[in-house]
């Protein structure tokens, strides 16, 4: 199982420089979770960016994959990673998601560079 963070998905609409190493986990749908978090970053991003189409057909793309919405549990284990990695609210609940389906997370967050489970690609700029 796969998690892509909202860097990933960003690079991977955006064409940037490491968007076909993201473009495996997005591409293996049957494998890939998508925490609702990351719908919501997203598409504000890219509506803000590109426009509502853009951002529309994003979360289209998106849906593709098995959509996790936050439950208590999942906010309560969110609120435990944050504490034990001194993560954001949102980078908390997309790893306690990562983690509660036994997912690799993948990224360009810094934040998760030396994180158990997570996959950190280095940031490229695009030529």
């Known amino acids: 199982m796969n998690v892509v963070d909202s860097s990933g998905w960003l690079e991977f609409f955006g064409e940037g420089a490491n968007a076909a190493i993201f473009a495996q986990p ?39 994959g098995t959509v996790i919405d936050l439950t208590t549990e999942l906010a309560i284990a969110s609120a435990e990673v944050s504490l034990r990695e001194s993560l954001p609210m ?30 950190y690609i280095a940031r490229k700029e695009s030529p």
Do not use: C, H
């Not at 494998?31 to 979360?59: C, D, H, T, W």
């Not at 306690?96 to 030396?114: C, G, I, K, P, V």
């Open 26 to 64: 997005i591409e293996g749908v049957r494998e890939l979770i998508v925490p609702s978090i990351i719908v919501y970053e997203v598409y504000k991003l890219m509506n803000r960016q590109r426009g509502i189409r853009f951002a529309l057909r994003a979360v289209n793309a998106m849906q593709l």
């Open 90 to 119: 949102a980078d908390s609940i997309i790893l306690a998601t990562s983690r509660a389906y036994d997912a690799t997370l993948w990224t360009q967050e810094a934040d998760f560079a030396n994180i158990s489970g997570v996959k």
